[in-house]
């Protein structure tokens, strides 16, 4: 399986400031054959399902604020909210798709208001 | 507009069956890979299963391997997820989610979740 880890588990950012949550996966999530990283991130608000903002680890979603941004290749990846407002607190995931067997997701990180 | 409707959640006692179905609009339903993705109460996500646009690929966590069953009705735009020999640790919420249309090739990654629905396993 490729274990996905995120840190930190939490954080607080001031309104405005900018937030930076990292993701790192056990093997490299790079297909060579194409160069494109199987790599995405969800953000799950409370009570609500989760919303797809990035794929391929550094493309957004249609609709998706530009303050939200992916980088990262191979084992080690970010999302960084440049301005954070405060209907970005919420629970965010990376998850990769290199591999079907199995699927699998970050533990979250929760990002506050401090 | 995209819209996956879960159902058939509900309690179960330990060693039961449910039947969960989706029914999708506002897309084309069998050109789209389809899949379940469940939350233990107060936990992250778990990816469970998915199927491919036809049906005819399919692949499940280790978990559920051998009590889990997923299928689809192209005809009905409906995906289900059977669920036999149900354990306490199944308990979770339940989203029916959307895989983009093939551009790539198993590119399993996930642009439309349902609400949900909360299946509970307790006696």
């Known amino acids: 399986d490729i274990v996905m880890t995120q840190s930190p588990d939490s954080l607080a950012v001031s309104l405005g400031e900018r937030a930076t949550i990292n993701c790192k996966s056990s093997?490299?999530?790079?297909?060579?054959?194409?160069?494109?990283?199987?790599l995405a991130w969800y953000q799950q608000k409370p009570g609500q399902p989760p919303k797809l903002l990035i794929y391929?680890?550094?493309t957004r979603e249609s609709g998706v604020p530009d303050r939200f941004s992916g980088s990262g290749s191979g084992t080690d990846f970010t999302l960084t909210i440049s301005s954070l407002q405060a209907e970005d607190v919420a629970f965010y995931y990376c998850?990769?798709?290199?591999?079907?067997?199995?699927?699998?997701f970050g533990p979250g990180t929760k990002v506050d208001i401090k | 507009e995209v819209q996956l409707l879960e159902s058939g959640g509900g309690l179960v006692q330990p060693g039961g069956s449910l039947r969960l179905s989706c029914a999708a609009s506002?897309?084309?339903?069998?050109?789209?890979?389809m899949g379940w993705v469940r939350q233990a109460p107060g936990k992250g996500l778990e990816w469970v299963s998915v199927?491919?646009?036809?049906?005819?690929?399919?692949y499940y966590t280790d978990s559920v391997k051998g009590r889990f069953t997923i299928s689809r009705d192209n005809s009905k735009n409906t995906l289900y997820l059977q669920m036999n020999s149900l354990r306490a640790e199944d308990t979770a919420v339940y989203y029916c989610?959307?895989?983009?249309?093939?551009?790539?090739?198993?590119?399993?990654?996930?642009?439309?979740w349902g609400q949900g629905t909360l299946v509970t396993v307790s006696s």
């Open positions: 093997q490299s999530v790079l297909y060579s054959s194409n160069n494109k990283n199987y």
């Open positions: 506002g897309f084309t339903f069998s050109t789209c890979a």
């Open positions: 199927i491919s646009g036809s049906g005819g690929t399919i």
């Open positions: 391929w680890a550094s």
């Open positions: 989610v959307k895989v983009p249309p093939v551009v790539v090739f198993a590119a399993y990654y996930f642009d439309y």
């Open positions: 998850q990769q798709y290199y591999s079907t067997l199995p699927i699998t």
